[in-house]
């Protein structure tokens, strides 16, 4: 069965470094997102893109955070420099048909900010 | 914008007993509600949707319920087992593509064997 993969799953990185969170959506998939988990909290809603660019954001998505998808096949997820408080695991997710069709949620990535 | 309200928290039942989680949202626009489980270390995995224009929808021992006056929708888990042991999610969306998906708070579902 298909799946969303994303690498690493866990990092742990200092305070004010980049990171780069890595996923692969399913082959066909349209629509592409990036959720947050913090521990013990709800999963929370980061971006959404589409055809090349950014469909919305959230507040939580300031100029810390980018997104790309280079090559077709990858789709990232970059904070340029990272605060104690991005701590928290992000999800990366795919759908065929945007949030009308089911989204496929990989199983994340654990970013831990020393 | 939407906000969606989830309890309890935590439930337990006693395996093959009914588990019920209800929800509730803000935004009169939203029709579209998945229910998401999410398994200890993985990522929420959908188990059953419903639409606005449906008021219940039942996959074997699953069913949601929605409310669209009262803006609330509800899961209902039947004949529980050991393996729905897990977190569950509501969310809920407006049809609009890539629009974003809110989710609840969660609830821990324990079954008690």
């Known amino acids: 069965e298909p799946e969303v993969t994303q690498t690493p799953s866990h990092q742990v990185t200092q305070m004010g470094q980049e990171v780069i969170l890595r996923c692969v959506p399913i082959?066909?998939?349209?629509?592409f997102y990036w959720y947050r988990q913090i521990l013990g909290q709800k999963v929370e809603f980061l971006v959404s893109?589409?055809?090349?660019?950014?469909?919305?954001k959230s507040e939580i998505f300031d100029d810390q955070f980018s997104v790309e998808r280079p090559d077709g096949s990858n789709f990232t997820l970059k904070i340029r420099s990272t605060k104690l408080e991005d701590s928290a695991m992000y999800f990366c997710?795919?759908?065929?048909?945007?949030?009308?069709?089911?989204?496929?949620f990989g199983e994340g990535s654990r970013l831990t900010v020393l | 914008g939407e906000n969606v309200e989830q309890h309890p928290s935590t439930l337990s039942v006693q395996e093959g007993d009914s588990a019920v989680i209800k929800c509730t949202y803000s935004?009169?626009?939203?029709?579209?509600f998945p229910w998401y489980k999410q398994e200890l270390g993985k990522g929420p995995q959908l188990i059953i949707d419903?639409?606005?224009?449906?008021g219940e929808k039942k996959d074997q021992r699953i069913a949601v319920t929605l409310n669209k006056t009262a803006k609330h929708f509800s899961l209902h888990i039947t004949e529980t087992q050991p393996e729905d042991s897990a977190v569950y999610f509501c969310?809920?969306?407006?049809?609009?593509?890539?629009?974003?998906?809110?989710f609840g708070s969660g609830t821990r579902l324990s079954i008690r064997p």
């Open positions: 969310a809920a969306s407006k049809s609009s593509s890539a629009s974003k998906i809110i």
């Open positions: 893109f589409y055809n090349n660019e950014i469909s919305e």
């Open positions: 935004d009169s626009a939203s029709n579209y």
């Open positions: 997710a795919s759908s065929l048909n945007g949030v009308t069709g089911e989204l496929f």
């Open positions: 419903i639409r606005s224009n449906v």
């Open positions: 082959s066909n998939h349209l629509y």
